[in-house]
């Protein structure tokens, strides 16, 4: 009897060279999640591609395999039943051969449902979204810089719950089939640019309160000079952040019943005509515009964090001051003469690709202290090598050739020094009817307490050596 309920299942399963296939496939990806699987949830694999091939790849051909099977089946059901037909016992052969499927039916659902879930959660992690994808390489490098390195993609750029989820997962698709036909734009639009924003009330705000209160915050900014001995001047202002019903920039912004909206005659939201700004707790209301003001036909924007705060998770650096910031961190000598210009000049240069990049910033720095300071050439060499790897850094995490990113690509509008940022609309140009205008006062934002002085006093009072 034992033998009747197997030679039932194997006449099934061996019917058609297609259910034969399905086993195969099956029988493969099987083995193969079981091999893979504990490695990479056990975070012993750092390969981005490994991923795809557990919660994609393997779970693609085990799907494969099961849905092969029944049609193989089907095409051979009469060999199947011709072969069923001979057994002695063909109606017990028939319930255990349904039992063998139901109890496998199970086992794959249960085994299917946990790659599916796997295969969702994997496609929403950093790696996934960074590494994966290799257009992504200049966001996923900028992500890594600080303060929000930590937080997964998904957080900020799927809304919560089902409908943003399926937005996420179409906003998907249709990328990774302008990747295939290699018809995604270079550079890669960013969302401000795209139009494509998840509300800040839904990112930013699940874990900063804009009614929270955060006070003057104080700001120290090293600049070097490109002359020879690298000259250095330090700023301090006291930053007036504020927030919520007392004022300051966030308060000023974003307060209670402030609303502000605005036009952009520009995809990337740098030219604003128009202004509106509402405050139903106090009722004012005012309409600023800048030269002919707002056309009807430009779009229309509620301001919200990321207007300002576009790039704080994937912030690109301006050349200047991160040469500045690794001269400050030590990380190039700041005695070693001219490196300030020099520096400059090399990694703003135009380079065909990454590889001629590491060889001629590294090549370029060495050769100009052979030929304009051999003492200094011969003396220092591992700090002229220190400072010509962190310049090659400095480029490779804000320079990409084959994906036309350099400087200046993605605009930071924190600020107004990077980019007209706060200038785009406190420029002194924006004015009501009655000729009431956006400030430009300085001190509206900040107070400056020493403004690129060697030696600042305050410092020394607060204790801050550098």
Known sequence: MDEKPSRSVFVLLTSHWLSMAGVALVTLAGFSWIFVLPASLGGHVENPYIGLLVFIAIPAVFFAGLVLIPIGIALGKRRVAQQLAALPDRRTALRRAGIFFAVMTAANVVIGSQLSYRAVEHMDTTQFCGQSCHVMKPEFTAHLMPPHQQVVCAACHIAPGTTGWLKGKMAGTRQLMEVIFNSFPRPIESALESNR???????????????????????????????????????????????????????????????????????????????????????????????????????????QCVDCHNRAAHRFEDADRAIDQALADGQIAATLPFVKKTGLTLIQASY???????????????????????????????????????????????????????????????????????????????????????????????????????????????????
């Open 352 to 466: 065909q690709n990454d590889a001629e990049a590491a060889q001629r910033i590294p090549e370029g720095l060495t050769g100009f202290y052979r030929q304009a300071y051999p003492d200094v050439a011969a003396k220092r060499t591992p700090e002229i090598q220190a400072a010509a790897a962190a310049l090659l850094a400095i480029y490779q995490r804000n320079v990409f050739p084959d994906l036309k990113v350099t400087w200046g690509t993605y605009l930071n509008n924190l600020g107004h020094v990077d980019s007209p940022g706060c200038f785009r609309c406190h420029d002194g140009g924006h004015s009501t009817a009655s000729g009431q205008t956006i400030t430009q006062d300085c001190d509206t934002c900040h107070k400056a307490v020493a403004v690129e002085e060697p030696s600042p006093e305050v410092l020394k009072t607060l204790g801050i050596t550098r």
């Open 197 to 303: 924003l998840v509300s800040s009330t839904e990112t930013c705000e699940q874990c900063h309160a804009r009614q929270k209160y955060i006070g003057p915050r104080l700001r120290v900014t090293a600049k070097y000079q490109p002359d020879e001995s690298n000259t250095r001047t330090e700023t301090v202002l006291t930053m007036l952040v504020g927030g919520g019903a007392l004022g300051g920039i966030h308060g000023a912004h974003m307060g209670p019943g402030v609303r502000i909206r605005y036009a952009a005659q520009d995809k990337k939201r740098q030219t604003i005509p128009w202004v509106e700004y509402r405050n139903t707790d106090t009722g004012a209301a005012r309409t600023y515009l800048a030269g002919s003001g707002a056309n009807p036909s430009l779009p229309v924007f509620e301001m």
